[in-house]
């Protein structure tokens, strides 16, 4: 159906627990879209893809193969003032607690909806260097999200991660294709502020989980 020349598409409905997703129409790739923000995840079980753009934070992309349903997640894991949350709590502790959090939602997401854990694979993006003057928090991301994965027993197909520049990434968990584009002219600010905000919102609301994969 057309509107003074310009095609219009109904959204197919996300899963539930995704309705507040941002998500439209990508005209470029003519096929349905979710954007997620730092904090966020998204996981489909048809044809669409997610994207987002990534500073210090990472992005795992996971999927299982067989059945191609998938998503991706974008986080970062707290920074250490030398003392952790309250002043008393290990940091390591906390940090891996926050990281298996973000992780095991998304996965567990995945085989809710009929994904099988044997038959995941994964790719990641992101962990660059944004802020020189700070711990690099981005590497620390990146040395979580491989650790996680290997001792899950997933798998790691590809990455992009590391380096000084911010990343957009497109992925489209149906067929495990991933897109992504170094920002080279984008000015950092940008993204240096939305994860400066997302890095003070995790780190006044710990997160506490005891999720298990099943």
């Known amino acids: 159906m057309t509107e003074f020349g310009i095609k219009r598409h109904n959204l197919r409905p996300s899963l539930q627990g995704f309705e507040r997703i941002n998500r439209y129409w990508d005209k470029q790739h003519d096929i349905?879209?979710?954007?997620?923000?730092?904090?966020e995840y998204y996981v489909t079980n048809y044809d669409e893809l997610v994207t987002t753009v990534l500073g210090s934070c990472v992005s795992a992309c996971i999927r299982d193969k067989v059945f191609g349903i998938g998503g991706m997640n974008h986080f970062m894991l707290p920074l250490s003032?030398?003392?952790?949350?309250?002043?008393?709590?290990d940091f390591t502790s906390t940090a891996t607690r926050f990281g298996n959090y973000a992780m095991e939602h998304m996965i567990n997401d995945i085989l809710k909806n009929g994904g099988h854990k044997k038959h995941l694979e994964a790719k990641i993006f992101g962990g660059g260097r944004m802020m020189e003057a700070?711990?690099?928090?981005?590497?620390?991301?990146?040395e979580f999200v491989r650790s996680y994965l290997k001792t899950?027993?997933?798998?790691?197909?590809a990455e992009d991660v590391g380096d000084i520049f911010p990343r957009k990434v497109i992925y489209f968990p149906e067929s495990g294709r991933a897109r992504v584009k170094k920002l080279k002219t984008m000015h950092n600010s940008t993204?240096?502020?939305?994860?400066?905000?997302?890095?003070?919102?995790i780190e006044r609301t710990p997160v506490e989980t005891e999720i298990e994969l099943f």
């Not at 700070?134 to 590497?139: E, P």
């Not at 899950?152 to 197909?157: A, H």
């Not at 993204?191 to 919102?201: C, N």
């Open 191 to 201: 993204v240096l502020s939305r994860e400066t905000q997302y890095r003070k919102e």
């Open 32 to 39: 349905q879209a979710a954007k997620i923000l730092p904090g």
């Open 81 to 89: 003032d030398g003392k952790g949350w309250g002043g008393s709590e």
């Open 134 to 142: 700070q711990t690099d928090i981005g590497l620390t991301n990146i």
């Open 152 to 157: 899950e027993g997933i798998p790691v197909l």
